[in-house]
């Protein structure tokens, strides 16, 4: 029986090319149409870490065998151009190993619900899908991400009030503000919240258009956090950021509101007022035409509703890998290397890998979900040894959320196992994380 990897993202096809290198049977289940679908949704943004960081070690070693060549290393692609150089021309390679349109609805084991245990380790994992198949594999490494289950507007972690009625003049993370979605924006007055990567890529598209007015609502106290490291980032594109969002701020150009607690949304017409209630009682509100909920993404761990999982009960990773991301004492630069141990499940052979293994804390990077893959890949063929030495190279440069309170304005993890965006002089860039340098958590 197979490796069954859900996702055909740049995680989950990283996971292929180490099963591939390794002769372990698989077969990559996409939602999706194509290699990268949830990256096609911000293909527009181009992301700031060169391509010298965002491809996996086994991708490279596959594709230049086949005599592809590598882009320019120090170019920083779109998302289209991630899909376009990289990651079809890597699921092309796995031929109909990767299976398209087929989203998985459900994770077993074969005659056994969560309860029964006696024989459970040697029954197979029964995966089905929306159209009604069915497949068996011998383990499941879920790289699926969290990009289809956004986070709320509401700042509790609970829809705010009214926040449905208005869904439809809300919108989620990295719209193309100066290309499809151009005329939802231009001449509006826009609310953009969250201070990570993917309000800043919003805030930074936003200014180029004239007429429009632009206001950025934030939790914390100040917006220091969010204009990252500058001239110290190891990600220079990175670092010019920060810088060009602090001055469309200071001009006036972009209005911060800071200590923004959304609470409730009332919709007047075609406009919302979006109030904000601090802990201290504290009321303040904002009106617009258009909201940006750029408010991060969770994981939905529905799917494995049979299987038993050991989650830590604040993030949603395993219990074992949580201290070693908890935001309250990790930026996404101090996040110590990890692999199979710390993924493992009481579910023997069920890695969830990429960024949905990071639950709701922000710190995850590409780096990190690419070495995840190599060492749960040589777990599963049995070289243990390989699967513990797990290493990296994390840069404390850049915009890593290091508080809680901040984590879901941080975030963005995409389905793919990407994380967030900002922009660039002058094109908008969203980060694929480096896997020496790399990039910050979304």
Same mark, same amino acid.
């Given at each position: 029986m197979?490796?069954?990897?859900?996702?055909?993202?740049?995680?989950?096809?990283?996971?292929?090319?180490?099963?591939?290198?390794?002769?372990?049977?698989?077969?990559?289940?996409?939602?999706?149409?194509?290699?990268?679908?949830?990256?096609?949704?911000?293909?527009?943004?181009?992301?700031?870490?060169?391509?010298?960081?965002?491809?996996?070690?086994?991708?490279?070693?596959?594709?230049?065998?086949?005599?592809?060549?590598?882009?320019?290393?120090?170019?920083?692609?779109?998302?289209?151009?991630l899909?376009?150089?990289?990651?079809?021309?890597?699921?092309g390679?796995?031929?109909?190993?990767?299976?398209?349109?087929?989203k998985?609805?459900?994770?077993?084991?074969?005659?056994?619900?969560?309860?029964?245990?006696?024989g459970?380790?040697?029954?197979?994992?029964?995966i089905?899908?929306?159209?009604?198949?069915?497949?068996?594999?011998? @383990?499941?490494?879920?790289?699926?991400?969290?990009?289809?289950?956004?986070?709320?507007?509401?700042?509790?972690?609970?829809?705010?009030?009214?926040?449905?009625e208005?869904?439809?003049?809300?919108?989620?993370?990295l719209p193309?503000?100066?290309?499809?979605d151009?005329?939802?924006?231009?001449?509006?007055?826009?609310?953009?919240?969250?201070?990570?990567?993917?309000?800043?890529?919003?805030?930074?598209?936003?200014?180029?258009?004239d007429?429009?007015?632009?206001?950025?609502?934030?939790?914390?106290?100040?917006?220091?956090?969010?204009?990252?490291?500058?001239?110290?980032?190891?990600?220079?594109?990175?670092?010019?950021?920060?810088?060009?969002?602090? @001055?469309?701020?200071?001009?006036?150009?972009?209005?911060?509101v800071?200590?923004?607690?959304?609470?409730?949304?009332e919709?007047?017409g075609?406009?919302?007022?979006?109030?904000?209630r601090?802990?201290?009682?504290?009321?303040?509100?904002?009106?617009?035409?258009?909201?940006?909920?750029?408010?991060?993404?969770r994981?939905?761990?529905?799917?494995?509703?049979?299987?038993?999982?050991?989650?830590?009960?604040?993030?949603?990773?395993?219990?074992?890998?949580?201290?070693?991301?908890?935001?309250?004492?990790?930026?996404?630069?101090?996040?110590?290397?990890?692999?199979?141990?710390?993924?493992?499940?009481?579910?023997?052979?069920?890695?969830?890998?990429?960024?949905?293994?990071?639950?709701?804390?922000?710190?995850?990077?590409?780096?990190?979900?690419?070495?995840?893959?190599?060492?749960?890949a040589?777990?599963?063929?049995?070289?243990?040894?390989a699967a513990?030495?797990?290493?990296?190279?994390?840069?404390?440069?850049g915009?890593?959320?290091?508080?809680?309170?901040?984590?879901?304005?941080?975030?963005?993890?995409?389905?793919?196992?990407?994380?967030g965006?900002?922009?660039?002089?002058?094109?908008?860039?969203?980060?694929?994380?480096?896997?020496?340098?790399?990039g910050?958590?979304?």
């Amino acid at each position: 029986m197979p490796v069954v990897v859900i996702g055909a993202g740049p995680v989950g096809l990283a996971a292929a090319a180490h099963l591939a290198e390794r002769g372990l049977g698989f077969v990559v289940l996409e939602a999706g149409d194509q290699a990268g679908a949830s990256v096609a949704r911000w293909g527009h943004v181009r992301v700031f870490s060169p391509w010298k960081y965002d491809i996996d070690a086994a991708a490279r070693r596959l594709l230049e065998a086949t005599g592809w060549t590598a882009p320019d290393p120090e170019w920083l692609p779109t998302g289209a151009e991630l899909i376009e150089d990289y990651l079809a021309p890597l699921a092309g390679l796995f031929g109909d190993k990767v299976r398209f349109g087929a989203k998985v609805t459900a994770i077993s084991r074969v005659g056994y619900d969560r309860v029964r245990t006696n024989g459970r380790d040697q029954a197979p994992f029964l995966i089905r899908l929306a159209d009604g198949g069915e497949l068996h594999a011998r @383990a499941v490494i879920d790289a699926s991400g969290t990009y289809t289950t956004p986070n709320v507007l509401g700042a509790s972690g609970l829809p705010a009030h009214g926040e449905g009625e208005a869904a439809d003049l809300i919108d989620h993370a990295l719209p193309d503000v100066l290309g499809a979605d151009r005329d939802r924006y231009a001449g509006k007055h826009v609310l953009v919240v969250g201070a990570g990567h993917s309000a800043a890529t919003t805030l930074l598209a936003l200014a180029q258009l004239d007429g429009t007015t632009i206001t950025w609502a934030i939790r914390a106290g100040s917006a220091s956090r969010a204009y990252g490291g500058g001239d110290a980032d190891a990600l220079p594109a990175r670092g010019a950021l920060g810088t060009r969002l602090h @001055a469309h701020v200071e001009s006036g150009r972009i209005r911060l509101v800071t200590g923004f607690f959304t609470h409730a949304v009332e919709r007047h017409g075609e406009r919302v007022r979006v109030i904000s209630r601090a802990p201290s009682g504290a009321e303040q509100a904002v009106t617009a035409d258009r909201v940006v909920a750029a408010t991060g993404y969770r994981p939905d761990h529905s799917i494995a509703g049979e299987l038993r999982l050991d989650l830590d009960p604040v993030l949603g990773s395993t219990r074992a890998l949580a201290p070693l991301i908890d935001p309250n004492a990790h930026s996404c630069g101090t996040v110590p290397p990890h692999g199979a141990a710390e993924l493992a499940h009481p579910e023997d052979g069920y890695y969830a890998i990429g960024v949905k293994s990071y639950g709701r804390a922000p710190t995850f990077l590409l780096a990190t979900g690419y070495e995840q893959a190599r060492s749960v890949a040589a777990a599963l063929a049995g070289d243990w040894e390989a699967a513990r030495d797990v290493r990296l190279e994390l840069p404390e440069t850049g915009v890593c959320s290091s508080s809680l309170a901040e984590a879901q304005e941080q975030r963005v993890g995409l389905a793919t196992g990407i994380g967030g965006g900002l922009l660039s002089t002058p094109l908008p860039l969203a980060d694929v994380s480096a896997s020496r340098a790399g990039g910050c958590c979304g």
